[in-house]
């Protein structure tokens, strides 16, 4: 009786391996996309976009990046005395970090508007730049800070791609403490 299933077994698995052989296109290939590819041009159009072209997705109208936080507050004079009036820093006090925002601050700012904040940086005593204002006489809060920081002003120019919001709000209150000393 066993070697009766044996004999059953060792046909079956002939005829399942030969039920495979093509004589025309030897070799049966189980996932044949994966060995050969459909080719491409460069820059030719898709069908895997709705439009057609060669555009990429845009993403959903709304959506935002992981971890962007959004800052309401337009880049404009009325939207810099609007931060000036009303914003206000979600930090607490004890995650204010004022070592911190002294390192960032001169890191970034102190070439320009110097180690004290009077507007006598490494920059404008080489007279690379002209009038950087000194703190003591500006009209400045915390908000304000954040929103030049955000957007820049006149010669200064944006440093939302090098700091982060958390870091930009700890450099505004160094900014008020500087300020409070001059």
């Given at each position: 009786m066993k070697t009766?299933?044996?004999?059953?077994?060792?046909t079956g698995l002939t005829l399942s391996m030969s039920s495979c052989f093509n004589s025309k296109k030897p070799n049966y290939q189980y996932m044949p996309n994966m060995y050969?590819?459909?080719?491409?041009?460069?820059?030719?159009e898709s069908d895997a976009f709705k439009r057609g072209g060669v555009e990429a997705q845009t993403p959903v109208p709304g959506t935002i990046?992981?971890?962007?936080?959004?800052?309401?507050?337009?880049?404009t004079t009325a939207g810099l005395e609007a931060a000036r009036a009303g914003l206000q820093s979600p930090l607490d006090t004890a995650s204010?970090?004022?070592?911190?925002?002294?390192?960032?601050?001169?890191?970034?700012?102190a070439i320009c508007h110097g180690e004290k904040g009077d507007g006598k940086g490494k920059l404008v005593k080489q007279e690379k730049f002209l009038g950087v204002p000194s703190y003591k006489d500006r009209a400045v809060t915390t908000g304000s800070v954040f929103h030049v920081e955000t957007y820049g002003l006149n010669s200064m120019g944006s440093y939302a791609n090098q700091l982060n919001q958390e870091e930009r709000?700890?450099?505004?209150?160094?900014?008020?403490?500087?300020?409070?000393?001059?």
């Open positions: 009766v299933f044996r004999i059953i077994a060792l050969e590819s459909t080719a491409y041009e460069t820059y030719s990046k992981r971890g962007y936080v959004p800052y309401e507050y337009p880049n204010i970090d004022l070592d911190r925002g002294g390192q960032l601050f001169g890191i970034y700012c709000w700890q450099v505004a209150h160094y900014v008020m403490k500087l300020k409070g000393e001059l």
